[in-house]
């Protein structure tokens, strides 16, 4: 294989990593937000019981 090969394989590597690490905050920031509501709304039940 020719050596500019090695080179797009690495910058395809990296853009694929990149784009999952991109992905993975992205759900665990949806997740935080979602446990925010959902302890908020915990705390709604509690005061009204």
Known sequence: MDQRNFTY???????????????LLFLAGRERRIRTQIDNLKRMLEEKK
């Open 9 to 23: 394989l690495f910058y395809g590597f990296a853009a694929a990593w990149g784009i999952i690490a991109a992905y």
